[in-house]
């Protein structure tokens, strides 16, 4: 991966639904937010806290993540779709 | 549990209300938020200070919590469903 | 009480009107948020401050508060009503 | 006074306008807020710092104070009309 | 003066525009916020920071000062008009 | 310059279109701010940090500085124009 | 380039779509915001930290960067379209 995440953001590539963890993830109410799977990608350096201490990333590349679909931003890089994200949106790791 | 909640998330199940804890949640009033109770199955590792000093969950694995229904974000995992919510979003742990 | 709130939060007993504290509380002007009395049952372990110390409740079971009746979120728990809120949440503590 | 008000509020008795400090405070300009005057006759332990530290409140019992009109909340208490409000709200407090 | 503004807010006496620093203020964009020249009567004792350090005032009584026009809090004291406003309000100080 | 600006304030007065720097600064699309160019006539002590510290301003009298041309106050002084605007308004200084 | 930018801010010089890095950058869903590439040639000194720390920028002059489109501020100097924006609105560095 060539795209390098700044601060505490990470660069994931979504999953196909076909492709899910088993099950998949399913949003059974439409007024929240649809949380999505990917796969962690390239990560930052981590956050810069206040007293300026860097805080490393708790996500890890190779890393399954579910994070809600409206976060981040969509990027179109070597033919292939990412979305870059801050770890904050990222609501979960999904464990093998 | 594989779904590993970050920073002050939690993972909850939420429960039936034929199986709620004496006499359950009633909303008696409907403009406010509705509190609705859950079995915690997973727990994060905590909020990070501004001071770079990690703040343990209070919430622990096995836990009555009640919550406010419109928080959160629902997922279905492994054909369940179950909502991931911050720490800051439980009101109380219902205790046996 | 078997609910223990979370954080700086309390749980609330409202007071019924005909056993309010000396002439009771009355709100003579509408736009204004309504106080109401209540006494307390339940108190959290109190706030976090940014620099990791837990700042205890000033606010101890068996007092009698007032706050705003807009705050809280109300639940139903052994058939009782209660409030759960946060201490901030709370005007002034009535002295007997 | 039997109302204890918490943090850094106070409880204030307005002061009827014809028993107002030489000439009174009159409101020249509608669209500005209304600051009305009146005696300090509670007041809370004081604010806590995000470092823990209890700030001790600048405002005393038996000051005359200038506040704006539309702060606080207003509770009746033993037949007589009180505000309660955060010492943040208090513009100034009228010398003798 | 009789009115002692508490933290950071001093007491302003406009001045009249006949009698405005060499050639006075204008306004010469309606969009813009309209500055206004006062004397300053009376200033508390400055801002509490988070670290519970009194930061003393950078302005002085007797200072002619620039300041937004919708800033602040007018009243009537002694027959006199006077703005009661935050130092963080005031744009300048006019050196003579 | 008998302005002395409080904080992290500066005087700034904007440079006529025919005089700027080689080329001048044209704003090629309408929904963005229009940054504009001036000369810094007057710079404050600098703003106070969280801990006390005042840190000293990084623009100097005689920079020529482009900002927002919707930030900040304009004033006439001595029958001239300028604008009072806070350093972080400030986006370049232009080196000569 | 004679433009220094303050603080954390950099100026950046878009990239023809033409010259793009492999395939460049494509939006593929137009509620998102639109991510740009471009290269930085000037950096600030870099932020100050709540504790008076500067940070020094992770961004280097020379780098390839992705930002989002409707961040910043345009400026045209010397006859050339320039952008200068906050490192926080960097998303990635694109590594060669």
Do not use: H, W
Request: proline residues 4%; hydrophobic residues 40%; negative net charge.
């Amino acid at each position: 991966m060539q795209l390098k995440p700044l601060g505490d953001r990470l660069v994931v590539k979504a999953v196909d639904k076909e492709e899910m963890t088993k099950g998949g993830i399913v949003l059974p109410d439409t007024v929240k937010e649809k949380p999505v799977e990917g796969e962690v990608v390239a990560v930052g350096t981590g956050k810069v806290l206040d007293n300026g201490q860097k805080l490393p990333m708790e996500v890890k590349v190779g890393n399954r993540v579910i994070y809600s679909k409206y976060s981040g931003t969509e990027v179109k890089f070597d033919g292939e779709d990412y979305l870059i994200l801050s770890e904050r949106d990222v609501l979960a790791v999904v464990e093998k």
